[in-house]
């Protein structure tokens, strides 16, 4: 994995091939391979998850996030594209939200696999 100027919390799991930069990862949280997180705060989780269920808790593998705010436990699948390149100002999405042209994927929220922004 590639770390570039970013803060990473302690308790942190950070899978193969994953490429942070300019970013904050929170306390305990998850990072699949070949995940690239780029501008982006992620605030972690409450508690290390046991089972792994449908979408397992933190990001999933080639996931991509540029200028998103993950909020704890929340639950981005694998595949998922978090990228607003259109620059959307206002927008809710299934699992997520647009405010001000910043991702926001709320406490808990679920981000489908495969999901594209």
């Known amino acids: ?13 950070i899978d193969n091939n994953s490429r942070i930069t300019t970013s904050v990862v929170g306390i305990r949280t998850t990072i699949r391979a070949n995940a690239r997180i780029s501008r982006s705060v992620l605030l972690g989780a409450d508690y290390y998850e046991e089972g792994t269920g449908d979408i397992p808790l933190g990001i999933g593998k080639n996931t991509v996030l540029d200028r998103v705010i993950v909020d704890k436990n929340a639950r981005i699948g694998d595949d998922v ?15 997520y939200y647009i405010r001000s042209g910043i991702i926001i994927v709320p406490k808990n929220g679920v981000v489908k696999p495969g999901t594209i922004v």
Request: aromatic share 4%; hydrophobic share 30%.
């Open 1 to 13: 994995s590639e770390i570039d100027q970013a803060l990473i919390s302690e308790g942190c799991y």
């Open 81 to 95: 594209t978090l990228v607003n390149e259109r620059n959307i100002q206002h927008a809710d999405g299934d699992g």
